[in-house]
Nanobody, 122 residues
């Protein structure tokens, strides 16, 4: 069982930055690939970024490439640094974990956090 807790969401003006954190309460954090997803009102949950177990491999959605950076540390935390935010980035952001390789497919993630709201005003 893996418990994930997101934090760092909030309100920001367009062009601003936020850093999201996701703490994983599990003894074997290093065996899990981690991902960030988001869901805007009335839309499906969509992939944002993912990072491999060791942190050496990452993948991003085209819509955030060059603006967002995913990273992880050895203290059971994964981060999402979000720069140059746009109003269309407004959504609830979720972190998720899975054993195995990284993937953009949300169906392949086993554990999810409760989400944190990000609101970007124009």
């Amino acid at each position: 069982q893996v418990q994930l807790v997101e934090s760092g969401g909030g309100w920001v003006q367009a062009g601003g930055s936020l850093r999201l954190s996701c703490g994983a309460f599990v003894r074997t954090f290093g065996i899990y690939a981690m991902g960030w997803f988001r869901q805007a009102p009335g839309k499906e949950r969509e992939f944002v970024a993912t990072i491999s177990r060791g942190g050496s491999t990452t993948s991003y959605a085209d819509s955030v490439k060059g603006r967002f950076t995913i990273s992880r540390d050895n203290a059971n935390t994964v981060y999402l640094q979000m720069n140059s935010l746009k109003p269309e980035d407004t959504a609830v952001y979720y972190c998720a974990s899975r054993q195995g390789l990284i993937t953009q497919d949300r169906q392949r993630y086993d554990y999810w956090g409760q989400g944190t709201q990000v609101t970007v005003s124009s």
